[in-house]
């Protein structure tokens, strides 16, 4: 095969400069072809090309051969990445697939983009799990369903694909991690560079965090130097963006801490930096052994052992599946998970026997030589050609478009307003036009509302600046709970002293809300224990509760929590009470025309058929989900203006069983718990009438409306209070931004209609 018969490629990664494994392969892997098969440099105009993800929403410096940026957790990039591959003059699309470099659940935001390309695909898997979770599951057979190919890096790997996720064989490549071709070399001349001439060396390089087994390491070090003790241990790599996102560089510290009490300090050397692939190569060369610890047996790819194995080092390692394959035949040792003694009598044996050293070292390079790139990269390319030419012969080169679920140009989420109504205590009640109005001060409804807000912006988008507000707000809730149990307090004046103490049904119903959310998306174990324990303590609470809307929030609080926590058995009979009384007001009022919880249709309407259809969703219940849609049907189409657009009740009057409806004025508020439900009902009934509705209840917000108008300021990010019969009323309140925002966020999460849960 030619050069020109190699297809455009753009290959789908995180990409170099970012810190992490995946992205340092698909820099190497995109080189090594440019270099190898295509003869051609890496650049903007060259035959490969890269769509690069981003684990932040600022961009890296990236290479001009990157064409195109997803921002990780912003799902609307996905799609719109699909479009931009689509137009491009790529003519496959390799994706380099591993979990966590891809948002949504388990990395399900993939999906999206692979359901909107119109370009054959092959994707490298670089983690197969034998015991997955069900979203693991799902989001890898979604994947291997929308590739032509899938590349694996260990017969292993082909093994569990077949038996495990159900994939055929013959879609199935095994293609060999690639290495740099490096010469065979006599470490000790290596060693000066690193002031270590003369000493015995081990390596270990990578990511550091606790997966990795070092503590082992360190203990069979200390049995170790007993007879080498001029032996030096080189722990090569800075920490794992997640552990150093978590914990700091407490790891590091703690493995530092171990060496001291072990007494071999002067044996282990830390390295808290990521080399480059010419300075590994280096320190590869003047090491004697690498180790390689790690502590889980399912790992079917390893890039360092790779490299080790090729550059002929002798290799000591656990017995993970990666190396049973790369170390059989006597290319290196084995020695079990946490066998001290083991690690300690295989090292000593390696660094006292030269000639047993030299043996395992030329069986590895020998074997590492078909995993040199040169090698690796020309079989990749022939099955990218291979996949062009099936998808040629299938398609007449051009799929068909699928037509979107649902697809909408929305707005950017931006909190700017919110934050703006918010101050060290919680987020004000009212505004004078854009400006926070102190004299009303503050309320748990409202902070609820932001808690949502926060909680859900930071799920979506993992948006770290999320974090902080979100805080504050939780702060302030678990200030409006009574220490000892009791109802939330809801009204606080500027200097904070509560002015109520029994807030009503809805404060209480929209906390508890609040609180399941976050027991369900909270970003972190300390966030996520005291939303825990203040839900626990509010709980009782909803035994006391009898207005339909308390009840309502009150189930979608509950629905979350029994989400993070289905084992709790009063959480859930609980729920089923809440669903009773619900069931029981529209029995008592409901008729054929008028099937309603009571004798007038007030506010945040859409919070009794959302909470109807989740109650019987998560209980199990059909009558009850359907009992919610009749009830959002009837509900939708009592606000559907002659032109179609949304026309919400008004509460100058609202809409009474005998009587008028009133038509102002009309509150942000409604669009938003309309958009809840919709969600409910499309994620409960798979029917995409509610994607349309949902659609047409958020453009209330943008102009489509009674009055024509937009109810959103765009410089300040706000929305008006109401839309009255003259206008907006220019007010920028804490509940009109909050409902906004919230219904935002949702047409963000629904942009393709297709999310598991029905919350």
Same mark, same amino acid.
């Given at each position: 095969?030619?050069?020109?018969?190699?297809?455009?490629?753009?290959?789908?990664?995180?990409?170099?400069?970012?810190?992490?494994?995946i992205?340092?392969?698909?820099h190497d892997?995109?080189?090594?072809?440019?270099e190898?098969?295509?003869?051609?440099?890496?650049?903007?105009n060259?035959?490969?090309?890269?769509?690069?993800?981003?684990?932040?929403?600022?961009?890296?410096?990236?290479?001009?051969?990157?064409?195109?940026?997803?921002?990780?957790?912003?799902?609307?990039d996905?799609?719109?990445a699909?479009?931009?591959?689509?137009?491009?003059?790529?003519?496959?699309?390799?994706?380099?697939?591993?979990?966590?470099?891809?948002?949504?659940?388990?990395?399900?935001?993939?999906?999206?983009?692979?359901?909107?390309?119109?370009?054959?695909?092959?994707?490298?898997?670089?983690?197969?799990?034998?015991?997955?979770?069900?979203?693991?599951?799902?989001?890898?057979?979604?994947?291997?369903?929308?590739?032509?190919?899938?590349?694996?890096?260990?017969?292993?790997?082909?093994?569990?694909?077949?038996?495990?996720?159900?994939?055929?064989t013959?879609?199935?490549?095994?293609?060999?991690?690639?290495?740099?071709?490096?010469?065979?070399?006599?470490?000790?001349?290596? =060693?000066?560079?690193?002031?270590?001439a003369?000493?015995?060396?081990?390596?270990?390089?990578g990511?550091l965090?606790?997966?990795?087994?070092?503590?082992?390491?360190l203990?069979?070090?200390?049995?170790?130097?007993?007879?080498?003790?001029?032996?030096?241990?080189?722990?090569?790599?800075?920490?794992?963006p997640?552990?150093?996102?978590?914990?700091?560089?407490?790891?590091?510290l703690?493995?530092?801490?171990?060496?001291?009490?072990?007494?071999?300090?002067?044996?282990?050397?830390?390295?808290?930096?990521?080399?480059?692939?010419?300075?590994?190569?280096?320190?590869?060369l003047?090491?004697?052994?690498?180790?390689?610890?790690?502590?889980?047996?399912?790992?079917?790819?390893?890039?360092?052992?790779?490299?080790?194995?090729a550059?002929?080092?002798?290799?000591?390692?656990?017995?993970?599946?990666?190396?049973?394959?790369?170390?059989?035949?006597?290319?290196?040792?084995?020695?079990?998970?946490?066998?001290?003694?083991?690690?300690?009598?295989?090292?000593?044996?390696?660094?006292?026997?030269? =000639?047993?050293?030299?043996?395992?070292?030329?069986?590895?390079?020998?074997?590492?030589?078909?995993?040199?790139?040169?090698?690796?990269?020309?079989?990749?390319?022939?099955?990218c050609?291979?996949?062009?030419?099936?998808?040629?012969?299938?398609?007449?080169?051009?799929?068909?478009?699928? =037509?979107?679920?649902?697809? *909408?140009?929305?707005?950017?989420?931006?909190?700017?307003?919110?934050?703006?109504?918010?101050?060290?205590t919680?987020?004000?009640?009212?505004?004078?036009?854009?400006?926070?109005?102190?004299?009303?001060?503050?309320?748990?409804?409202?902070?609820?509302?932001?808690?949502?807000?926060?909680?859900?912006?930071?799920?979506l988008?993992?948006?770290?600046?999320?974090? =902080?507000?979100?805080?504050?707000?939780?702060?302030?809730?678990?200030?409006?709970?009574?220490?000892?149990?009791?109802?939330?307090?809801?009204?606080?004046?500027?200097?904070?002293?509560?002015?109520?103490?029994?807030?009503?049904?809805?404060?209480?119903?929209?906390?508890?809300?609040?609180?399941?959310?976050?027991?369900?998306?909270?970003?972190?174990?300390?966030?996520?224990?005291?939303?825990?324990? *203040?839900?626990?303590?509010?709980?009782?609470?909803?035994?006391?509760?009898?207005?339909?809307?308390?009840?309502?929030?009150?189930?979608?609080?509950?629905?979350?929590?029994l989400?993070?926590?289905?084992?709790?058995?009063?959480?859930r009979?609980?729920?089923?009470r809440?669903? %009773?009384?619900?069931?029981?007001?529209?029995?008592?009022?409901?008729?054929k025309?008028?099937?309603w919880?009571?004798?007038?249709?007030?506010?945040?309407?859409?919070?009794?058929?959302?909470?109807?259809?989740?109650?019987?969703?998560?209980?199990?219940?059909?009558?009850?989900?359907?009992?919610?849609?009749?009830?959002?049907?009837?509900?939708?189409?009592?606000?559907?203006?002659?032109?179609?657009?949304?026309?919400?009740?008004?509460? *100058?009057?609202? %809409?009474?069983?005998?009587?008028?409806?009133?038509?102002?004025?009309?509150?942000?508020?409604?669009p938003?718990?309309l958009?809840?439900?919709?969600?409910?009902?499309?994620?409960a009934?798979?029917?995409?009438?509610?994607?349309?509705?949902?659609?047409?209840?958020?453009?209330?917000?943008?102009?489509?409306?009674?009055?024509?108008?937009?109810?959103?300021?765009?410089?300040?990010?706000?929305?008006?209070?109401?839309?009255?019969?003259?206008?907006?009323n220019?007010?920028?309140?804490?509940?009109?931004?909050l409902?906004?925002? *919230?219904?935002?966020?949702?047409?963000?999460?629904?942009?393709?209609?297709?999310?598991?849960?029905?919350?």
């Open positions: 095969m030619t050069s020109n018969d190699n297809p455009n490629l753009l290959m789908l990664s995180s990409y170099v400069p970012r810190r992490c494994g992205a340092t392969f698909a892997l995109s080189s090594g072809l440019a190898h098969v295509y003869q051609h440099p890496l650049g903007a060259g035959p490969i090309r890269i769509a690069a993800v981003n684990d932040r929403d600022e961009t890296y410096d990236y290479g001009p051969e990157v064409m195109l940026r997803i921002r990780q957790h912003r799902r609307e996905y799609r719109n699909a479009d931009e591959i689509n137009t491009s003059r790529a003519e496959v699309l390799g994706l380099q697939h591993e979990f966590g470099i891809y948002g949504g659940p388990d990395g399900a935001y993939i999906l999206d983009l692979l359901d909107h390309v119109r370009k054959p695909v092959v994707a490298t898997l670089h983690t197969i799990l034998m015991e997955p979770s069900p979203g693991q599951i799902e989001v890898l057979k979604g994947v291997s369903e929308r590739c032509a190919s899938l590349m694996v890096m260990a017969e292993k790997a082909r093994t569990i694909l077949v038996d495990r996720y159900g994939v055929p013959e879609r199935i490549r095994v293609i060999p991690h690639g290495v740099p071709d490096v010469e065979f070399c006599d470490p000790e001349p290596r =060693k000066a560079r690193f002031g270590l003369g000493r015995p060396v081990l390596l270990t390089f990511l965090g606790p997966g990795k087994g070092i503590e082992t390491m203990d069979a070090l200390e049995k170790v130097v007993v007879d080498h003790p001029n032996v030096a241990y080189i722990v090569l790599g800075v920490t794992h997640a552990v150093r996102r978590d914990s700091g560089e407490s790891y590091r703690s493995l530092e801490r171990r060496a001291v009490q072990l007494g071999i300090q002067e044996n282990v050397i830390f390295h808290n930096r990521y080399a480059s692939l010419d300075d590994l190569c280096d320190y590869l003047a090491c004697d052994v690498y180790v390689t610890p790690y502590r889980s047996r399912e790992q079917i790819t390893s890039g360092t052992l790779a490299y080790a194995l550059s002929g080092r002798a290799i000591v390692s656990t017995p993970y599946w990666h190396a049973q394959e790369l170390l059989a035949g006597g290319r290196g040792r084995l020695v079990d998970f946490d066998d001290v003694d083991g690690w300690a009598k295989n090292i000593s044996e390696l660094l006292g026997d030269a =000639k047993l050293r030299e043996s395992i070292r030329r069986s590895a390079y020998d074997f590492g030589r078909r995993m040199i790139w040169a090698n690796v990269t020309r079989t990749y390319a022939d099955t050609a291979e996949a062009r030419a099936e998808f040629a012969e299938r398609t007449g080169g051009l799929a068909a478009t699928k =037509k979107p679920v649902m697809r *909408m140009s929305l707005p950017e989420v931006r909190l700017d307003h919110m934050l703006a109504m918010t101050d060290g919680g987020m004000f009640q009212h505004a004078i036009y854009a400006t926070p109005n102190r004299i009303h001060g503050y309320c748990t409804d409202d902070n609820a509302r932001s808690l949502l807000v926060s909680a859900m912006t930071w799920s988008f993992r948006d770290d600046a999320a974090v =902080k507000p979100l805080t504050d707000y939780l702060s302030f809730l678990h200030f409006a709970l009574p220490a000892g149990g009791g109802r939330f307090r809801n009204f606080m004046s500027y200097d904070r002293r509560w002015l109520d103490e029994n807030g009503s049904d809805d404060c209480q119903g929209r906390a508890i809300w609040a609180l399941g959310y976050l027991v369900s998306h909270a970003p972190n174990e300390a966030l996520r224990d005291l939303a825990m324990h *203040m839900f626990r303590t509010a709980r009782p609470i909803v035994d006391t509760m009898t207005w339909p809307r308390g009840l309502a929030l009150g189930i979608l609080g509950i629905h979350y929590y989400r993070a926590v289905p084992e709790d058995d009063d959480a009979s609980a729920l089923s809440l669903a %009773d009384g619900l069931e029981t007001s529209l029995s008592r009022h409901a008729t025309d008028w099937p919880i009571e004798d007038v249709v007030t506010y945040d309407n859409g919070r009794i058929p959302q909470a109807l259809i989740i109650a019987g969703f998560t209980l199990d219940r059909e009558p009850l989900v359907q009992r919610g849609i009749a009830t959002l049907t009837w509900l939708l189409d009592r606000q559907r203006a002659d032109e179609g657009h949304l026309s919400l009740i008004g509460n *100058m009057g609202w %809409d009474r069983r005998t009587g008028e409806r009133a038509r102002f004025d009309q509150q942000p508020l409604e938003a718990a958009i809840g439900a919709c969600k409910a009902a499309f994620r009934s798979g029917d995409v009438h509610w994607l349309n509705e949902m659609r047409r209840c958020f453009e209330w917000y943008l102009g489509q409306n009674d009055a024509g108008v937009s109810m959103i300021d765009f410089k300040t990010r706000g929305c008006y209070d109401g839309l009255t019969e003259s206008g907006v220019e007010n920028q309140g804490a509940e009109a931004v409902s906004w925002l *919230m219904s935002l966020l949702i047409m963000h999460e629904m942009q393709t209609g297709d999310a598991p849960d029905v919350g």
